[in-house]
């Protein structure tokens, strides 16, 4: 299977850490997302990448929050001195090239953060 | 501006019997809608999506779901509930002049009853 893959699936850790995520697209989709999903909600979107380049960032995404995708491939999600309102599952997604709004974002299984 | 509304977090329906989950949106431009589905601890799933063809869609499981522009609606349907159907669904609307950005829905949890 050569799905979204996202690391860790969990992670727990103390307020003030930091901590990363990686996630590993689909080979050949150029287009990375990354959502945020809390307790009851859907997933909001937290910034978007095409190749290495990020195009959009969230209001969501505070200076606390960093998102890398070196080389286009696969892309890091950090946080930095975590907060327990940081505690969600994110998501990453990937699509393939072209067909702008229309084309389908396959998601990871996400990885879940608690903050204690 | 987009937003999506989704009526009832909390479906329960009975295995055999008709399930409808309902989605309204908005949007400035005309746009993509889709539904995906959620099991615990999972990642979502593309159910089916409108794309301006059809208003009628079908996916996968057999689901499918109808726009209507008039309503502003992309309401899901299943004519027979499975235990399996049991999870989270979520609408979602994307513009037609963006990159695939997402705008989803508070989701509706469906509990299916023997």
């Known amino acids: 299977d050569t799905g979204v893959s996202q690391n860790p699936r969990h992670k727990i850790t103390k307020r003030g850490q930091n901590v990363t995520f990686r996630c590993d697209p689909i080979?050949?989709?150029?287009?990375l997302y990354w959502y945020r999903q809390t307790l009851g909600q859907g997933p909001e979107f937290l910034t978007y990448?095409?190749?290495?380049?990020?195009?959009?960032k969230s209001r969501l995404l505070s200076d606390r929050f960093s998102a890398e995708r070196p080389k286009g491939s696969f892309s890091t999600l950090e946080i930095q001195r975590t907060e327990q309102g940081d505690s969600a599952m994110y998501l990453c997604?990937?699509?393939?090239?072209?067909?702008?709004?229309?084309?389908?974002?396959?998601f990871g299984q996400g990885t879940r953060l608690t903050v204690v | 501006a987009q937003s999506v509304t989704q009526l009832g977090s909390h479906v329960s329906v009975s295995e055999g019997a008709l399930v409808l989950l309902r989605c309204n949106y908005s949007s400035s431009v005309p746009p993509y809608l889709f539904w995906y589905v959620q099991y615990p601890n999972q990642g979502l799933q593309l159910l089916l999506k409108y794309t301006s063809a059809a208003t009628l869609v079908k996916g996968i499981n057999g689901f499918e779901a109808e726009f209507k522009k008039s309503e502003t609606s992309f309401h899901l349907t299943k004519p027979s509930a499975h235990m399996s159907d049991a999870a989270e669904y979520f609408c979602a609307v994307s513009r037609t002049d963006s990159w695939g950005k997402l705008q989803f829905g508070a989701g509706t949890q469906v509990v299916v009853t023997p």
């Open positions: 990448f095409q190749n290495e380049a990020q195009l959009e």
């Open positions: 997604a990937s699509s393939p090239p072209g067909g702008g709004g229309i084309t389908e974002a396959f």
């Open positions: 080979s050949e989709h150029n287009r």
